[in-house]
């Protein structure tokens, strides 16, 4: 009973084996005669398929007068500290703090002490060596007075000439004037005050002339010069007039940037110290390309610049300077006089690259090359192939 039943398992598996075998191998034929077979498309050689196409416009350089307004600050054309060159107690102050002073008027006077009676003395002295050189000089003419005296005489007379000046200065210390026309800023002493050589008496300013003080970048500086016209508007409301007086040399260690001074006119003094204001300098005239913003690009350097076409359709990375960003465009310095811009693709292009130029006006292409014999040849046999 058992021996039958393992002869039926046997040979169902083995029935069952025979007919899967079967079907795989009808199925894997069927398969393989069933498949489409894929032919290759022709390689095609030919330039617009190789060369990325580009388009570009080509402008003329255009005067452009450019104008710089930077903010600042307006400074007194000069500012002094007076300070005594004697010691003593003020007896006199001329004027008060805030007061217009012509140059060479009295500020403050100091008591004269001695200083008075030491210019008498020395003034005696003086015509008393004045009296014996004279008489020595007579006395040595004529033979009756050696050479050696006659010297010392002298002597005396120059030694007395110089401390009559000694004194006579000393006393012209206790009077204190002013070095210029202008306005007593502060005044640090009152009547009865005693002071030392040196100590601080006031701080006069000279109003007269304001200069307008700004600080211009590196990039923008060789655009100006001395003497150039400038326009001031202070932010009290007044608008004055100047000149570029001075420009710095050397530039700020920390901002790079450069000082100019503009010269304002200040007769009626109405211009303050330390008032904020805003120049409107006119740079010298240029070309200039005005163009969209966003042909703009940056090389591997990090420089700002543009993609133009250049010779053999090849693409040339130009540098430029902003001048300006206007509502309508910006304004490029620094290029040729002539550009072909590349105004749509300019992305995914490179430096140095050739390209198939678009006009974008025209949509016709630029310098169209017309492929060798060579290239005609291998583009017909591979598409025959």
């Known amino acids: 009973m058992k021996v039958s039943y393992l002869l039926a398992f046997v040979l169902a ?6 007919v899967i075998s079967g079907q795989l191998s009808d199925g894997s034929e069927a398969g393989e005669a069933g498949k489409p077979e894929i032919k290759k498309p022709p390689v095609n050689l030919s330039r617009e398929t190789q060369t990325p196409s580009v388009r570009v416009q080509t402008q003329t350089a255009v ?3 450019r104008y710089l307004t930077v ?8 500012t002094v500290e007076i300070k005594s060159e004697a010691s003593g107690k003020i007896i006199d102050l001329a004027i008060d703090k805030g007061d217009t002073i012509e140059a060479g008027k009295l500020i403050a006077k100091l008591d004269v002490n001695e200083r008075s009676a030491k210019v008498q003395e020395f003034k005696a ?5 004045a009296i014996e050189y004279k008489a020595a000089k007579r006395l040595s003419q004529k033979g009756f007075k050696a050479e050696t005296k006659l010297a010392a005489s002298k002597a005396a007379l120059e030694s007395a000439q110089a401390e009559l000046r000694r004194a006579q200065v000393a006393l012209s210390n206790t009077l204190i004037p002013a070095p210029f026309t ?3 800023n502060s005044r640090a002493v009152e009547i009865g005050e005693y002071v030392d050589v040196g100590d601080k008496i006031g701080t006069i300013v000279d109003l007269s002339t304001m200069l307008v003080v700004s600080d211009v970048s590196e990039r923008l500086v060789p655009f100006i010069s001395v003497g150039h016209t400038a326009k001031v508007r202070l932010i009290t409301g007044q608008t004055v007039e100047g000149k570029v007086k001075y420009i710095a040399s ?9 000082r100019i001074e503009v010269a304002v006119p200040n007769p009626d003094l109405k211009i303050s110290d330390g008032i904020t204001a805003e120049t409107v300098l006119t740079l010298n005239d240029m070309q200039a390309h005005k163009v969209s913003p966003g042909i703009l690009t940056i090389n591997a350097n990090g420089a700002i610049g543009v993609k133009t ?17 206007t509502t309508d465009g910006l304004w490029l310095g620094g290029l040729p006089k002539e550009v072909t811009f590349v105004v749509i693709g300019q992305e995914l292009i490179k430096d140095g690259q050739e390209v198939k130029a678009i006009d974008a006006d ?13 290239t005609q040849e291998t583009a017909s046999g591979a598409a025959q192939s």
């Open 309 to 325: 076409l250049g010779e053999n359709n090849k693409i040339e990375f130009k540098e430029a300077s902003i001048l300006e960003n």
């Open 362 to 374: 025209t949509l016709k292409e630029l310098n169209p090359e017309i492929p060798s014999e060579q």
């Open 63 to 65: 005067p452009y007068t």
């Open 125 to 129: 002295l003086k015509e008393q060596r």
């Open 250 to 258: 050397m530039a700020d260690a920390n901002t790079r940037t450069f």
């Open 13 to 18: 598996v083995g029935t069952a084996g025979w």
């Open 71 to 78: 903010r600042g600050r307006t400074e007194a054309l000069r």
């Open 182 to 184: 202008g306005v007593l």
